[in-house]
């Protein structure tokens, strides 16, 4: 499929309804995804806190390429290629651990953990140690979140971390800790897992777990963010009176969304938990008695903070959910969660693993095996682009941005 | 390899020779094979009898496509493509089951069992449920067999079946049950499987069961059909003889095959048994007490019907053992084979199931290490087109069928 | 890729540096390289003592071709395309066994060893017996060594052969028998592990084995071959004295190497042992009692041999090692080994097994990883070609040599 048709195809989408096949199956065009829309996004890929310690580092993987990220001796977090500049063998083959000094186990050659190039043995007389240093990935921290952009010209991260600043570090994101880290491999095209993401039509018939913790009028207003459900008159009615008793507390109520089209996807909010609720747990207890951030009691909100379409964050004042979707070929996506928790918690004693991970373990797992029914049907010659609900607002927001990019990548 | 390409590939074959190795082994071949031969073809996927009750379901799975076979609340059948109208989803996720409505498991839509649409929740003012039932498949039931038609005009059923009718109906296959089911994935061309199928040249070196149970002298001359081997006087006697006892007894006798090329590949005969044998079994002893179809005692009769190139119905008087041939991709192909009994027959005390499948259980297993084979060597650049024998004329008639098939596909 | 694409790729690598992505990984050059580098080649792939019996055998795979290799019944060896001439089933399925007569189990037509036709039941009357004979495949046995070469027009392998005969002929090949077979399957492009064994740049990091028993002054000047390295005045020192002693005692000494470009990669030469070795083992002791070929006393050299790309011999006083490259796939390569003893020495009495494999038996299972992480390096996008040192002079032959065969090749 050459960009000509490809350009053609988007213009043939229609409004409120699905993608066609070929988005979901062509290879082609999955380069293209991969290339424009993620390799141009900042992403985050980890916390500073899974690498505590000078040296420490571990890999992240996407297509061909390994990103080691590692924590130097000035204590700056580097993002190098796993590819020696000598005849190009990977340097660090364990997916993480601890590192002195970055040595290919091929030849020998070793790097600095900044990446500069330590010794190169026996080179002819013209080899210029400067000019070998590790490829440099763009790598940004930011409240202890590591994001990394694989383009050649990323744009400012500043300009786009701004309007999610407020909702993240409300939450003390840089004081916390990974409690849990699980990746989830899924058999359909990223795009499909991203679909999935952005609506909560499916809540009620697949995720009981979900609908056990959050209340039903929340789920049909909001469940794929603000504005993505019909609206409702008594959850309207509830957010009214919880973002003035929250405003008296003296924390951030509200949301963010964009205007008009631009390169990033960003979105946040701030709602209340259902009655009586103070976490997203299965009996509405905190999993954690230390709370994060700036919260001095609970406030019962839950906020969401989606930076861009590959990553979300979904906070409890106790603890937070992150989410990382990783496009692998085609036909697979990896959905790796972790679970946050203030610095200070101690597991066991402060806070209960299982309750705090229960709910989107096991709506992950359950969006796997959809995703993937999911992309079986969307295979068959007689998948058609259907019909959006009311609920699938998200959806067609998510859609209608990637639209745009593709074809603007395409010129 | 373009159209215009295969049309000179198809012009070059040679006479009594079998197929350059493209049409083994090439991708583009495959898929117009697919989309020219099977999906044209009326082929039998399954037996009414696999879904007695209101609500039973199974699933016929080529390609990228799943086809639902459900009874519903009318007792008719229906085929329905197992996408989900809305955003394409798999709605049935096991092979077989029983459901009283049709469910998509991702977000809850229902369809009745005949397809049309039940529900759909919280969609827009403009939906017009009329619009969105299920993508339906041809089907008809002849027999009790449930054959299918991918294609979007197919051709008559009733100009199908005509001619192979009264040889089905003697065996009473409309009052049978399945007593077994095997599928048999093998790793070779659909074409290099039907080869095999088409004659008995490689009987006497491969099948010491088949041979046991059959007389040498049918095998010779009868083996892939009437008409496939050297003229044997000794078996034209026994044949003649039969013929007359035969119709005495008031069954029918005799053969049909196809005199001019058509859009259809069918055949049929009835044969002798070996002197002596009543059935298709290790010692001649019907393998079920219980006659199926017209039969009021043994003829000492064998029935083989080809309906297509993806079905056989091989018959003695106290059982069936139906074939179906599903191209799965360019190197492999499934072989499905049922064992019907009369309808009333019971497991024990009426047939031994071991008995009734041993043959063709262990022809078939052979079978699949023989066409595995074959596909090894024909991939190889060494492979070139060999010359036929004597006892290989059925698969030089079908290869013939397939050419001009394709060739009219491609004009 | 197209070849006028190849073409100016070839023109645009450095000299000096390793080569460009597209040569390890792209699928066309593979194609390109396995008809007109490894088919073009004469390669050894077993020894006679592997087939002592008539109508033993072996298969050889590359690609899509199976090669059987037998002994006929006037001590003969032969080389078959293992392909039916009637329909192009294997004939041989399993790895080595011996045959009577080479019958294929689809329809039992059969074959002399000699590859001519013996029978081929109920053909038609025009079927000409001496037409069907197996394709053979060109062989040569030369001092026991089975070389085969599968070009319609194979270049001639006295010539080829010529200047490493002396070599060969002093380690008595020709009168050995195989100790020890075993096979290293490699995820890597078939010149990244050529790459890998054309330098000892990597030994002193990668193989401590290898680095116990060599020298390291040898290792640096020799290690990849003759002028591979960084002179070193000690070592030359040793390999003059170690010259002369061997002389006198009657025994070759000195190198070849290919002057100008032409159709063949050859290289041998002797060097000494590590002071006080007898052979390349832990201790340095041999590891078979009885000497090979025309050694009456151990003379404490190593003799290397590369016929072609695709072979080696590593030769000590009392056993051989050899290696077969064998390109699988674009990102496979199998690694064979044959460690070879004199055919009277016996295994427990004359020889210890695990001390002559284990020196290439651990540095190859290392080399199989070293390869396989040199691959995924280089099929990010980051790869780009880097410097060579001073010790991968071998290497850079080869390369050379290669783009050469290559460019010729698509004129």
Same mark, same amino acid.
């Given at each position: ?110 790097? &600095?953990?900044?990446? =500069? ?7 002819? $007389? ?16 930011? @409240? ?14 500043? @300009? ?48 009981? @777990? ?12 909001? $469940?794929?963010? =603000? ?20 405003? &008296?507390? $003296? ?39 230390? !709370?994060?951030?700036?919260?001095? @009691? ?29 496009? &692998?070929?085609? !036909?697979?996506?990896?959905?790796? #969660? ?15 693993? !299982? ?38 607002? $998200?959806?067609?927001?998510? &859609?209608?941005?990637? #639209?745009?990019? #593709?074809?603007?990548? !395409?010129?």
């Amino acid at each position: 499929m050459d960009n000509t048709q490809i350009k053609s195809l988007i213009k043939s989408q229609k409004d409120n309804y699905s993608l066609d096949q070929e988005f979901y199956t062509n290879d082609d065009i999955f380069k293209i995804d991969l290339e424009n829309i993620f390799f141009k996004q900042w992403v985050f890929v980890g916390h500073t806190s899974r690498i505590p310690n000078v040296g420490d580092y571990f890999l992240f993987e996407i297509g061909f390429e390994s990103i080691i990220i590692i924590r130097d001796k000035k204590n700056i977090i580097n993002a190098h290629y796993n590819v020696c500049r000598h005849r190009g063998s990977r340097i660090c083959l364990e997916n993480e651990g601890n590192k002195k000094l970055l040595v290919c186990p091929y030849h020998a050659w070793s790097y &600095k953990l900044d990446g =500069s190039i330590q010794s190169a043995r026996l080179m002819n $007389g013209n080899f210029n140690k400067n000019e070998w240093g590790l490829h440099r990935c763009n790598v940004k921290i930011y @409240e202890g979140l590591i994001f990394i952009n694989l383009s050649k010209e990323p744009i400012s991260f500043e @300009e786009f971390i701004e309007p999610n600043k407020p909702y993240i570090e409300l939450h003390g994101i840089k004081d916390a800790k990974i409690a849990c880290r699980k990746v989830y491999p899924t058999y359909g095209n990223w795009k499909l897992t991203l679909d999935n993401f952005h609506e909560c039509y499916h809540c009620q018939p697949s995720h009981p @777990e979900f609908c056990l913790v959050h209340d039903p009028e929340y789920i049909l207003a909001y $469940g794929g963010g =603000s504005g993505t459900g019909p609206s409702s008159e008594q959850f309207s009615r509830r957010l009214a009176q919880w973002n003035e008793r929250t405003k &008296k507390l $003296g924390y951030i109520t509200g949301e963010y969304s964009e205007r008009n089209f631009n390169n990033f996807s960003r979105g946040a909010e701030r709602t209340p938990l259902s009655e009586g609720k103070l976490s997203e747990t299965r009996n509405g207890y905190p999993a954690c008695k230390k !709370l994060m951030g700036k919260f001095k @009691e609970h406030d019962q909100g839950y906020t969401s903070v989606g930076p861009s379409p590959f990553n979300s964050l979904l906070m409890c004042n106790d603890f937070a959910t992150l989410f990382t979707f990783i496009p &692998k070929s085609t !036909l697979q996506t990896d959905v790796e #969660l972790m679970w946050l928790v203030h610095k200070d918690a101690e597991e066991g004693k402060d806070y209960n693993l !299982l309750d705090m991970i229960w709910m989107w373990d096991k709506t992950t797992i359950a969006d796997k095996r959809i995703i993937e029914d999911n992309q079986k049907g969307v295979l068959s010659s007689k998948y058609k682009p259907g019909p959006l609900s009311q609920m699938e607002t $998200g959806l067609e927001t998510f &859609k209608n941005w990637y #639209l745009m990019s #593709l074809d603007l990548a !395409l010129n």
